[in-house]
């Protein structure tokens, strides 16, 4: 990587706090919320995993935003912990006329937030925020939310006793349209842009005559998916809880986070791991089914530090070296090059092949996790020039860094992260 390549894609996180920053004062419950949409034109609202990822870019330009941004996430938390993969601060006139968001809400709810969940990595944004800012008092105040949040999660969405999560609809991966989704909402065949949206809103229909409930759509399994994507942050973040709690003299507290993410990641290898093919795949209804094909998700557990060093050595040799299938000129498509399914120019169906800087992100920290701290210097070199070349796009072409999707999209200055280490 060159350093005008490093300027650029500071300059680029640096113009978020101009195009996608949203401020005000929430009178319904009295917060003055502060917070970086996804992209000012397509994704005005509060999402929980990209608040997550913008409050680590944050902390390399604007500590005070850093902040902020955590802050206002929590601050949607219901008093269970529960909290939504969409927050809709201030206005919500817009929801009045969007389908989806009062379908992916509890019937007779006000739209304040959905009802669906995202992948489970606000403590690791925390932990990460304050190792960059080198404080160590930043991370206490947020506990009490961590510690509720996670509960929910436990009490609410792992009923088989193996620990693992289980997601309800598509969009509570933050892979919505994954080739992962097809079997388990009927889809056979390539798939076209109004047949899958329909199936989503029937889904997101079906779920809300379940008033939402977890108990009522688990037993009612019209989706029943353990995501191996989310399962691996979800292992991940119990680690991090662990450290957290650690940290902070709580050592029992320690040791219970700890049992879980050994409970889950013992549960993902037996589970999800194909041993014939070396990679991890979702779990598709209660019969437990693998679902097809070879993701970005299937190489995510190189997230979770108790990893077995053999499983994540065949992931990063098999898998993602392999310049058929993941290690692309812009490394790592969302689909497998090597799949029927692959598409690096998917636009209208997202998450079927282009590569997102979350996704490297996330496996980049897996790879310095694991020692591969070469190969995490070349994922980091080219996610940087892609990003310096391309702008922050919502997603890039695999093959020749094209970007595409939203502009201005918060989380792809991630790179900036990637960039400082």
């Not at 088989?160 to 994954?178: A, K, N």
């Not at 992931?315 to 497998?336: C, E, G, I, K, M």
């Not at 093959?399 to 400082?420: I, K, P, T, V, Y």
């Amino acid at each position: 990587m060159r350093q005008g390549e490093i300027d650029a894609v500071r300059s680029y996180a640096q113009g978020l706090l101009r195009t996608n920053l949203k401020r005000g004062h929430d009178l319904s419950i009295g917060y003055r919320y502060s917070y970086l949409c996804p992209s000012p034109n397509e994704y005005p609202w509060q999402w929980f995993w990209d608040s997550c990822f913008h409050a680590v870019i944050m902390a390399h330009v604007d500590p005070e935003q850093a902040a902020a941004e955590l802050k206002t996430l929590v601050a949607g938390q219901d008093a269970n912990g529960f909290i939504g993969h969409i927050t809709f601060w201030g206005n919500r006139l817009w929801g009045l006329t969007n389908l989806a968001g009062y379908a992916q809400s509890r019937p007779g709810e006000r739209l304040r937030h959905s009802a669906l969940i995202q992948p489970p990595v606000l403590a690791q944004a925390i932990e990460r925020v304050a190792e960059v800012l080198g404080d160590p008092a930043f991370a206490p105040p947020f506990m009490d939310a961590l510690d509720r949040y996670h509960e929910w999660l436990a009490e609410n969405r792992a009923p088989d006793g193996d620990g693992l999560l289980v997601i309800v609809s598509p969009y509570e991966s933050g892979t919505d349209q994954s080739p992962t989704y097809d079997a388990p909402l009927g889809v056979t065949g390539k798939p076209g842009r109004l047949g899958l949206g329909l199936r989503d809103r029937w889904l997101d229909m079906r779920n809300w005559l379940n008033s939402y409930g977890s108990t009522r759509m688990l037993r009612a399994a019209h989706f029943y998916v353990k995501d191996a994507l989310v399962n691996a942050l979800y292992a991940e973040s119990l680690e991090t809880m662990a450290r957290l709690h650690r940290a902070q003299m709580n050592p029992a507290s320690a040791k219970t986070y700890a049992q879980r993410a050994e409970l889950v990641t013992a549960s993902l290898v037996e589970k999800m791991l194909d041993r014939t093919r070396g990679a991890f795949y979702s779990l598709t209804g209660k019969e437990e089914l693998r679902s097809e094909p070879l993701t970005v998700g299937g190489l995510m557990p190189l997230v979770i530090g108790g990893l077995p060093r053999d499983v994540a050595g065949e992931l990063v040799d098999r898998h993602l070296r392999n310049r058929n299938q993941f290690w692309t000129r812009y490394p790592v498509p969302s689909v497998a090059a090597s799949e029927p399914s692959f598409d690096p120019r998917s636009a209208s169906l997202i998450w079927r092949g282009p590569t997102w800087v979350n996704t490297n992100w996330l496996l980049w920290r897996g790879l310095r996790r694991h020692g591969f701290d070469e190969l995490a210097a070349q994922l980091a070199a080219r996610t940087i020039t892609m990003v310096a070349e391309g702008g922050l796009r919502e997603f890039y072409n695999p093959l020749n860094g094209e970007g595409n999707g939203a502009r201005s999209f918060g989380w792809s200055a991630l790179a900036l992260d990637m960039a400082e280490g």
